[in-house]
């Protein structure tokens, strides 16, 4: 359906609709209702990206994943960014409709919601200024109708009768009820008062309950009127247990006062110091002649608040008590931390009769506090912010930035290669250079800026109230500092970095969003090269899906038997004859059509499914060389391993494992390494590839001299067969450093008594170079691609059905 068809069918739509191309993902089509919902001009939406329109996280996603091929359809509320930069709410649904059976486009239809809204929020302020009201008194407040059913209960109600969770989730007023009477001590009494009182509706009723926790609860019930006429309950709950405890308290203190390690003071009613304890006195530092007829003020000299004594003196008067810690001198003028509380004694009429205060010294448990404080905000190793004061920090720095229209930026460092200073100088002269690393960093900030280490050799930093600009001059900084030479132990070395970086609002408005986008531009930096960095773009989330969709595409792939193996032949040189093959994997998606091996064995290798791949090759490659076996066709197998299936513990004993599955002599079967494998680990891999000689396996290096080549290996390492790398060939015999190259290789491979092929062949004028060069065995083009089963078993078969057929 062309996209000027659209234009009369969504016109007469109520809805806003905007018609987007499947492919493209930008605007085809947009009626009059949309364009006036975003106030934009006629003809303004055509061709734009349908994701500019995105307001929210949860769109951008949804078109990601469209573009991933994740979805096609979502129905939700959300918000819209109008063309002067604000926000409209809406109700939308994105559809993907089938116009024709080869054509296809998602509709987005959105409903304006703003009324709808605006009168919903005013009716949740309202309930919220009604529960606030509620929740903000000190007393327990439960609210019930004439017949009793509940209305309401604030969160002081549910502490103070520790109502179980059960009924805090489930409503259940008979439950809450039973509950009730059975906390009561006298339940008696209590349920002859609560029968008068809800048989007299006008009834304004005190009492005093006993609970059977301790506690001793005022009970103050009032009627509840609407329009002249009683429609409900008050019940209001105070706890007096605090009340009565300060009057044993002060009858219990002529004992307690003087033997008492807390310092305690007590004064008269206008708040006059009449009596202190001797550690009051050393606490303080002032004798009692000293502090009598003082006024309690003088023990409260808070060092941070000018006003701290008028607000303790008001919360003292309006909640009976006060606790908190404080600041003070002591005659000396020394400052000391302490715990400090005052309450009233109150005479019979409930008139304050004395204030009695404590003190605990808290230095050696502020100290202590402090210490702890810095190991749970900040790393042991490097003194920086960790993850959770870096949460913290982003946290206040986002809230400032959108309160304000600021700009941040989050950088993700990470250290390159710094698992070989690790594995070789080790963990202790890291760890060195971690703290050195982290001052370096240090010194590229301001003092507005944060540098926090997660772990490891990963760093993140937050820089506020910067622009992009700002922010590459820093990370340039960063790079610079990291790039002049470390010495340690008089030993120099260099360490680079790689840097990602995102921008508040633009690549994240969360943490975990920003130190994601950042870490995923990171990883591209990794990728590219290392020693750099790079701003995140939202591309790399869709290359990101891409692998995600690829690395799914081959765990089915494995699942429903799609892969295929190919061989190519490998000629004998001096002969002629074919001896072997080399086995090759090939895959057709039916989505994905033909994927070349370049392109799928790098992502298999990141996510690891590599390894069962490659256990999956190795299978049939041996079934295939038993099956030609059995066919009088004595032909090598070789295969290639990953580093990663070569690091498996259970590697050799696989193996082992398949070639007696398949009754195949071991000498049959070529392993062909990379040299890198062979590096990572030289003493695991020595055991290793010994364990496989001793089993009879042969055992080459593939692509020889692209990698850390190295003679020492080669001696040590029971190798059989060297394969020289196609890029070395292609320009044989014109290229005089290949051809220098392949002759070095050749005569150190004859000096080690070790045979050498060549892969890449394609002319004859290759073959006779190597074959005067040397080279003992080749496989490419000249004499033939790599075939699937059938194909080989009739090229094998073109001479009389002869293996060993002499082709040159």
């Not at 390894?611 to 066919?631: D, K, M, P």
């Amino acid at each position: 359906m062309k996209n000027s068809n659209w234009q009369p069918l969504i016109e007469g739509m109520l809805e806003a609709v905007w018609v987007v191309d499947p492919i493209e993902l930008r605007i085809v089509a947009v009626n009059r209702a949309a364009e006036a919902l975003l106030g934009a001009e006629p003809g303004t939406f055509i061709g734009q990206p349908v994701i500019d329109l995105s307001a929210t996280p949860e769109d951008m996603f949804f078109w990601e994943d469209v573009a991933a091929g994740l979805t096609d359809q979502i129905f939700s509320e959300t918000l819209l960014r109008r063309r002067d930069g604000t926000t409209v709410q809406v109700e939308r649904r994105v559809s993907l409709i089938k116009v024709s059976q080869d054509a296809s486009v998602f509709v987005l239809a959105a409903r304006d919601q703003s009324a709808q809204r605006k009168v919903e929020n005013e009716l949740e302020k309202l309930i919220a200024e009604l529960r606030a009201t509620l929740e903000s008194t000190a007393d327990g407040i439960l609210v019930a109708d004439l017949e009793g059913n509940i209305r309401g209960y604030n969160q002081h109600f549910a502490e103070m009768w520790n109502l179980p969770q059960e009924l805090l989730t489930h409503r259940n007023d008979a439950a809450v009820y039973t509950w009730m009477h059975q906390c009561v001590l006298d339940t008696e009494r209590y349920a002859e008062r609560l029968g008068a009182i809800t048989r007299s509706p006008l009834l304004e009723a005190s009492d005093v309950l006993m609970l059977r926790t301790g506690q001793v609860l005022e009970r103050v019930t009032l009627p509840q009127f609407a329009r002249g006429r009683p429609i409900g309950r008050v019940f209001s709950y105070r706890d007096i247990t605090r009340r009565l405890a300060d009057e044993a308290r002060l009858q219990l203190a002529s004992t307690v006062f003087d033997s008492s390690l807390d310092a305690i003071f007590v004064t008269d009613a206008a708040h006059r110091v009449i009596a202190v304890n001797p550690s009051c006195e050393r606490l303080t530092g002032y004798t009692q002649a000293e502090l009598l007829d003082q006024p309690s003020r003088a023990f409260f000299s808070d060092l941070s608040e000018v006003a701290f004594v008028d607000q303790f003196m008001e919360q003292l008067v309006r909640a009976g008590h006060w606790e908190g810690e404080v600041w003070n001198l002591r005659k000396n003028g020394k400052p000391y931390l302490c715990l400090a509380s005052m309450v009233p004694v109150l005479d019979e009429q409930g008139a304050p009769l004395h204030y009695i205060g404590f003190f605990k010294d808290l230095s050696e448990t502020h100290a202590a506090r402090k210490k702890i404080e810095e190991l749970a905000y900040n790393d042991a190793l490097t003194g920086l912010p960790n993850r959770l004061l870096l949460a913290e920090r982003i946290d206040h720095a986002l809230t400032l930035s959108e309160r304000n229209g600021y700009s941040c930026a989050v950088l993700f460092l990470d250290l390159d290669h710094f698992k070989h200073i690790n594995d070789s100088l080790g963990h202790l002269f890291g760890d060195r250079v971690l703290i050195e690393v982290s001052e370096r960093i240090k010194g590229c900030l301001r003092h507005v800026d944060t540098a926090a280490r997660l772990g490891g050799d990963e760093f993140v930093l937050l820089l506020n109230q910067v622009d992009v600009r700002g922010t590459e001059i820093t990370a340039r900084r960063i790079l610079d500092a990291l790039a002049r030479p470390f010495t340690l132990d008089d030993m120099s070395f260099t360490v680079t970095c790689s840097i990602g970086i995102a921008l508040y609002p633009d690549d994240g408005v969360t943490m975990d969003d920003l130190i994601k986008n950042a870490d995923s531009a990171m990883h591209h930096v990794k990728e590219r090269g290392r020693s750099g960095f790079r701003f995140y773009q939202r591309q790399m989330n869709i290359g990101l899906l891409s692998r995600m969709k690829l690395d799914h595409a081959m765990r089915l792939a494995l699942e429903n038997n799609e892969f295929r193996l190919h061989f190519q032949p490998q000629v004998d040189l001096a002969s002629g004859n074919i001896f072997g093959v080399e086995a090759l994997i090939r895959w057709h998606d039916q989505e994905l059509g033909n994927i070349p091996p370049a392109r799928f064995i790098p992502v298999a290798e990141e996510t690891g499914v590599i390894v069962s791949i490659g256990n999956w090759v190795l299978t049939e490659a041996v079934r295939q060389c038993a099956q030609w076996q059995a066919q009088d066709w004595a032909l090598t197998m070789a295969v290639n391993v990953s580093a990663l299936q070569f690091q498996q513990a259970n590697f050799v004993e696989g193996v082992a494992e398949v070639l007696r599955a398949f009754s195949l002599p071991p000498a049959m079967l070529e392993l062909e390494l990379t040299e890198s494998i062979l590096l990572r680990d030289v003493d695991e891999a020595l055991e290793r590839l010994d364990a496989l000689a001793e089993l009879g396996v042969q055992l080459s290096i593939d692509d020889f001299g692209t990698g850390y080549s190295s003679l020492s290996y080669l001696k040590r390492f029971p190798i059989h067969k060297l394969k020289i790398d196609r890029s070395f060939i292609s320009e044989l015999p014109a290229n005089d450093s290949d051809t220098a190259i392949v002759k070095a290789v050749i005569n150190m491979a004859q000096a080690l008594k070790l045979r050498v092929i060549a892969e890449g062949v394609e002319t004859e004028m290759q073959r006779h170079f190597l074959v005067s060069a040397g080279c003992d065995e080749f496989q490419g083009f000249l004499c033939s691609p790599a075939l699937s089963r059938e194909e080989f078993n009739e090229f094998m078969e073109k001479d009389e059905k002869q293996p060993q057929t002499k082709l040159f």
